[in-house]
C-alpha cells in the first residue's frame, strides 16, 4: 500500500560506479520529482517530471540522468559516482489538478559513496 | 525568485513546554504553504498546509496559520512530547505548470522528558 516506494533504502559504492535508485508512485499522479538532502538536512529538488516530460532540471551535474519509462516510475541513474554525491535522495510525487498541491514522499535512499 | 526562511536550530524543549517554530516566505504571488515533517531514519510526511490567507492548517495539535500581510507561517504547538522530536521543513509551492515545492532549511526539534 506504500504511495511512494524507492529502492533501494541503502546503497553503498565505491567511487567511479554507476548506480540506479528506483521510484515508483500508486497515487496516479503526473508529477514526479527527485530531491537530494544533504548532511545538514538541506532539502534540494533536482528534477521534476510532469506526464514523462523533464519540466525542471536544477544545475546538476549531467552525471546525474533521470529515466521515466511511464507516469508511475522515475528513476535516477548516476554515473561516475563521486564522495559528494553522498546524502540521502527522495523521490516524490505530486497531483497536477488545481487545487492539489501536496507533494508525497518516499522513504530516501541513503547512498554512501567510499 | 521564492525562497522560504526558518528559524535556525537545533531546538530543544522539555515535554509539555510550548513550541513555536518562525517561518516565513519570499514569493511572487501566493502560494501554497506547508509544514512537513521528517522523523528520524524517515521520509517527509506533510503535517499541515494552507493554501490561502488566513487559513489556518492544524493535525496532531500543531497549528500554522497562513499570514499574507507578513508572509509567515509560524507553527505551533501548546504542549509538546517526546515524540515530536523531529526535524521540521517550512515549504512553499505554486500550482503552475512548473510546480516545484521549494524547502526551508528545516529546524531539528529535540523533546527532552
Known amino acids: 500500500d506504500t504511495a511512494v516506494s524507492q529502492t533501494p533504502k541503502y546503497l553503498v559504492t565505491q567511487m567511479g560506479n554507476d548506480k540506479s535508485i528506483k521510484c515508483e508512485q500508486n497515487?496516479?499522479?503526473?508529477?514526479m520529482y527527485w530531491y537530494k538532502q544533504d548532511s545538514k538536512k538541506f532539502l534540494k529538488i533536482m528534477f521534476s517530471?510532469?506526464?514523462?516530460?523533464?519540466?525542471i532540471n536544477e544545475t546538476v551535474p549531467n552525471r546525474f540522468s533521470p529515466k521515466s519509462p511511464d507516469k508511475a516510475h522515475l528513476n535516477l541513474h548516476i554515473n561516475s559516482l563521486e564522495l559528494g554525491d553522498s546524502a540521502v535522495y527522495f523521490c516524490?510525487?505530486?497531483?497536477?489538478?488545481?487545487?492539489?498541491?501536496?507533494?508525497?514522499f518516499g522513504q530516501g535512499t541513503r547512498l554512501t559513496v567510499v | 525568485g521564492n525562497s522560504v526562511t526558518q528559524m535556525e536550530g537545533p531546538v530543544t524543549l522539555s515535554e509539555e513546554a510550548f513550541l513555536t517554530i518562525n517561518c516565513t516566505y519570499t514569493a511572487t504571488g501566493y502560494p501554497s504553504l506547508f509544514w512537513y515533517v521528517q522523523y528520524p531514519g524517515e521520509g517527509l510526511q506533510l503535517l499541515l498546509k494552507?493554501?490561502?490567507?488566513?487559513d489556518k492548517g492544524s493535525n496532531k495539535g500543531f497549528e500554522a496559520t497562513y499570514r499574507k500581510e507578513t508572509t509567515s507561517f509560524h507553527l505551533e504547538k501548546g504542549s509538546v512530547q517526546v515524540s515530536d522530536s523531529a526535524v521540521y521543513f517550512c515549504a512553499l509551492i505554486f500550482s503552475g505548470s512548473a510546480r516545484q515545492l521549494t524547502f526551508g532549511s528545516g529546524t531539528q526539534l529535540t523533546v527532552l522528558p
Open positions: 516524490a510525487s505530486s497531483p497536477h489538478r488545481r487545487g492539489e498541491t501536496e507533494a508525497f
Open positions: 517530471y510532469n506526464n514523462k516530460e523533464l519540466i
Open positions: 494552507a493554501t490561502k490567507a488566513d
Open positions: 497515487l496516479g499522479h503526473d508529477t
